[in-house]
C-alpha cells in the first residue's frame, strides 16, 4: 500500500539589505534563492542592479524602517540599457522602491518596471525617474497599477497590446509622453494625474477603454486619441493644456461629464459621442440656461461638419456648491499670460480680501480669480 503525502511548504520571507546584515545583499539573489509565493522585504539603502523577476513574488521596499527621505530604498540599474526591473510572471508584487535606469541613448528603450506576458500583478507605492519609459506592460492583462510617480522620461506609463488592467491614482509628470495605450482594450485608468507632459493620454489604435476621474493639465495636449473606438472619457478635469482633447481617425468614442478650460478645449476628426445624460462644461461657451436645469439651451459645436456636437453642455449653477466656483465661466478665454505669480498679493488681484495661500497656484479668468491645490480648485 502507498501513501502519497502532500508537503505545503509556507511562504517565506526573506531579508536583503545592502549593507549585509540581512538574508541576502542584492535583489537579485533573493529571487533567484526564493520560492513561488514568498515576500522579499528590501531594507533602505541603494542596489544598483538590473532585477530578473521570473517566479511568483512579493518584492517590498520595507516601509517600516523607510521613515524619511534619506532613508529610502533605491534600486539604480546597472546596466543602462536593460529594464531595471523585467518582470516575466504573474502574480508579482513590486512596492515602495525609488527606481531610476538613467536614458540609455540606445535604440531599445530601457524601463524602471517592465511587464511581459503578466497577469495579476501589482505595481504600487512606486517612484521611477529618469528612466527612458517608467512602467511598460507588454501582452499583459489583469495588473494593477496604483500610487505610482513618474517622471522625466520619454513616456511614463506605456500599455502595449494589454487589456483588462486597472491605472489608479497615479502621477504622471513632465514626461515626453504620460500615459499610453497602443493596441490596447478594456483598460480602466482613473484617479490619475497627468501634467507638464507632451500629451497626457493618448489613446492609439485602443478600444473599450475607460478614463474617469483624472486630473489633466499643462500638456501640450491633454488626451490625444489615433484610431481609437469606444472609450469612455467621463468626469475628467482638462485645463490649460494647448488642446484639451484631440481626436483623429476615432470613432463612437462616449465624451460626456468632462470640464473643459484650455486654450483650445477639443478637436474631432471623426465621429464620436459627446452627451450622455448630459454633456461636458466648455470654458467658451455662451449659451444660456434660462430655466436653470444646469444645460445650455443651445448646443455646443466642436466640429459640425462630423456632426460633433454636445447637445447638452452643462453650465454651473451658482448654487451647486461647485468647489471650482466656475458659475461666471460662460465665454471665457483662459490664458496663461494671466497667471498670478503667488507672490503677489491676492487680495489685490481678486478685490476679495483673500490671503496668499501657500504652495498654491493662481489663475485669471476673465478677471475671476480660481486657486489650483494639491490637484484641486478650491
Not at 75 to 96: L, M
Given at each position: 500500500?502507498?501513501?502519497?503525502?502532500?508537503?505545503?511548504?509556507?511562504?517565506?520571507?526573506?531579508?536583503?539589505?545592502?549593507?549585509?546584515?540581512?538574508?541576502?545583499?542584492?535583489?537579485?539573489?533573493?529571487?533567484?534563492?526564493?520560492?513561488?509565493?514568498?515576500?522579499?522585504?528590501?531594507?533602505?539603502?541603494?542596489?544598483?542592479?538590473?532585477?530578473?523577476?521570473?517566479?511568483?513574488?512579493?518584492?517590498?521596499?520595507?516601509?517600516?524602517?523607510?521613515?524619511?527621505?534619506?532613508?529610502?530604498?533605491?534600486?539604480?540599474?546597472?546596466?543602462?540599457?536593460?529594464?531595471?526591473?523585467?518582470?516575466?510572471?504573474?502574480?508579482?508584487?513590486?512596492?515602495?522602491?525609488y527606481i531610476t535606469g538613467g536614458p540609455s541613448g540606445m535604440e531599445w528603450y530601457e524601463v524602471g518596471i517592465y511587464l511581459e506576458g503578466a497577469e495579476n500583478c501589482f505595481l504600487k507605492n512606486n517612484t521611477l525617474v529618469l528612466n527612458d519609459m517608467g512602467i511598460v506592460l507588454n501582452d499583459s492583462e489583469g495588473n494593477y497599477l496604483e500610487n505610482n510617480n513618474v517622471a522625466l522620461g520619454y513616456y511614463g506609463v506605456a500599455l502595449f497590446n494589454s487589456e483588462e488592467n486597472t491605472i489608479l491614482n497615479n502621477r504622471v509628470l513632465t514626461n515626453g509622453q504620460g500615459i499610453v495605450l497602443q493596441g490596447s482594450v478594456n483598460n480602466t485608468l482613473k484617479n490619475n494625474t497627468a501634467s507638464s507632459n507632451g500629451m497626457g493620454f493618448i489613446l492609439s489604435s485602443s478600444v473599450g477603454n475607460v478614463l474617469a476621474n483624472n486630473q489633466v493639465s499643462k500638456n501640450e495636449c491633454g488626451i490625444y486619441g489615433q484610431m481609437a473606438e469606444s472609450n469612455a472619457l467621463i468626469n475628467n478635469i482638462i485645463y490649460l493644456n494647448r488642446v484639451g482633447l484631440y481626436l483623429n481617425e476615432s470613432e463612437n468614442n462616449m465624451i460626456y461629464a468632462n470640464r473643459f478650460y484650455n486654450f483650445r478645449n477639443a478637436v474631432d476628426e471623426g465621429f464620436n459621442i459627446w452627451n450622455n445624460s448630459v454633456g461636458n462644461l466648455w470654458s467658451d461657451y455662451s449659451g444660456e440656461d434660462t430655466n436653470g436645469d444646469g444645460i445650455g439651451d443651445l448646443p455646443y459645436s466642436i466640429n459640425e461638419s462630423t456632426g460633433s456636437i454636445d447637445y447638452k453642455p452643462l453650465v454651473p449653477q451658482p448654487s451647486s456648491g461647485d468647489s471650482e466656483n466656475m458659475s461666471s465661466i460662460s465665454g471665457v478665454e483662459v490664458s496663461l499670460a494671466n497667471k498670478v505669480n503667488k507672490k503677489d498679493k491676492v487680495d489685490k488681484e481678486n478685490k476679495g480680501g483673500i490671503p496668499p495661500i501657500e504652495d498654491a497656484e493662481y489663475f485669471k479668468i476673465n478677471n475671476v480669480l480660481f486657486i489650483f491645490k494639491d490637484n484641486k480648485f478650491l
Open positions: 500500500m502507498f501513501v502519497t503525502a502532500v508537503i505545503q511548504v509556507e511562504a517565506a520571507f526573506i531579508a536583503v539589505d545592502d549593507d549585509g546584515a540581512g538574508d541576502f545583499s542584492s535583489i537579485q539573489e533573493a529571487v533567484d534563492n526564493a520560492q513561488e509565493g514568498d515576500t522579499i522585504l528590501v531594507n533602505p539603502g541603494i542596489y544598483r542592479e538590473n532585477v530578473e523577476v521570473y517566479r511568483e513574488l512579493a518584492i517590498v521596499a520595507d516601509s517600516s524602517l523607510s521613515g524619511d527621505d534619506g532613508n529610502r530604498t533605491y534600486v539604480i540599474g546597472d546596466v543602462p540599457e536593460y529594464n531595471v526591473f523585467n518582470v516575466n510572471a504573474s502574480n508579482v508584487t513590486i512596492d515602495g522602491f
